[in-house]
């Protein structure tokens, strides 16, 4: 299917959904960039059953592994991060601690959708502090920066957006905007 797709590049409206079928979701997302294809929900209801569970809206959930890991189950980080939300090890043992368990493995989707879901929850109850959109744009920042980067920032700055603009790196920015993209995009596409 991705020769297919080098050699005839105007067919990627059919092989597309054979390449999610194939669970090749970062081939076929980059294949249908810039369209609805490019914004698939697998694993729906695992994702779907976490979101209700931690009140979390599913949509997010989807445009969080969209950016984490382009739904690679077995997606590794320059970082060492790993799996569809892309934890570190530090931070899949601190999941593990809060759920109460032996730490799983991260590679299993159904186990990082629920320590992701877990987790975004644990980043909106500490970010309570805001109201909407701000409570959401915080939790997005501290899953990639952390929790005591993004409050500490904040706090020294007195003002979440004031804290955003001064990053001395672009990473915080463009991973906010690109998550927030990819949920407004599968809101769109859910009405």
């Not at 989807?62 to 382009?70: K, Q």
């Not at 530090?90 to 032996?102: F, I």
């Not at 877990?118 to 501290?142: D, I, M, Q, V």
Request: proline share 6%; net charge negative; with cysteine.
């Amino acid at each position: 299917m991705r020769y297919a797709l080098l050699e005839r590049p105007t067919d990627w409206p059919v092989l597309v959904p054979l390449l999610y079928e194939a669970g090749a979701y970062r081939e076929g997302i980059r294949a249908a960039e810039g369209t609805a294809l490019a914004y698939p929900r697998p694993y729906r209801e695992w994702i779907g059953g976490e979101a209700e569970r931690y009140g979390l809206e599913a949509d997010l959930l989807f445009a969080l592994f969209h950016v984490e890991s382009r739904f690679d189950p077995y997606a590794i980080s320059p970082t060492g991060a790993k799996g569809l939300g892309q934890f570190t090890w530090a931070t899949w043992l601190d999941v593990a601690r809060m759920l109460g368990e032996v730490p799983g493995d991260p590679f299993d989707p159904r186990t990082n959708i629920r320590y992701t879901a877990r987790y975004l929850a644990w980043l909106y109850e500490r970010c309570g502090a805001f109201s909407e959109p701000l409570k959401t744009a915080c939790a997005l920042t501290a899953y990639n920066g952390g929790i005591g980067y993004t409050l500490g920032g904040v706090r020294q700055e007195g003002d979440f957006w004031a804290f955003l603009w001064r990053q001395a790196r672009e990473e915080p920015r463009e991973y906010l905007e690109k998550v927030l993209r990819a949920y407004a995009h599968y809101r769109a596409l859910s009405q």
